[in-house]
């Protein structure tokens, strides 16, 4: 039995059942061959890790997933703003349990409570397949620049869309459009790296992880 079928079949469950172990559990229910009950928690914890570690690989699973989605869902044509719209689409179905998903990343560090790296390189990857996939034949140092200011356009626009989804679009497409104060940001480590560790500290609290 791979964990790594097992986490694909866990994704879909996500919607009904969150990022959680039952997610998990509930996956061999879902097998070409059913299995007759969920994985017992011993098994769920040696295929996908100990407590909230089963949790963040599933977590890990579904971002990974989503990036594939935004390659899947994109033509020859796709701009910049389709290819985040995609993405950001592919939130809506686990819309509610997103925070505490990002929470969990946040606080998956055994030095510092709450740690918003796992949270950028999310922001980060997703520029990258955005950058890959409007411009393929790129060479890297081309897009380099231009990633960075879309990691911040991303992961701002996410952030808002947790609180404010019915805007989301809207406010990443004032984002792409004034990417000029995006990059700004990027220039402002310091400031950018305070504001994003209070929003997921914030996550983290309202979540009750911390």
Known sequence: MSSSKLLQLAIPLVKSHGFTREALAQSVLHLPKPHPEPLPDISVTALFGRGDDARRTLVNAWLEDARCRMKDDASASTSMRRALHSRMKGNEPVLGH?????????????VLPVDPSPILRHAALVADQACWIVEPHAQEMAWYTRRASLSVIYLA???HQLTSPNTAESFLDYLLENSGAAEKAVQEVTLFGSYIFRSWKGLAKSSGVL
């Open 157 to 159: 626009a996410e952030l």
């Open 98 to 110: 997103l925070p505490e998903a990002f929470a969990l990343l946040a606080t998956s560090s055994s």
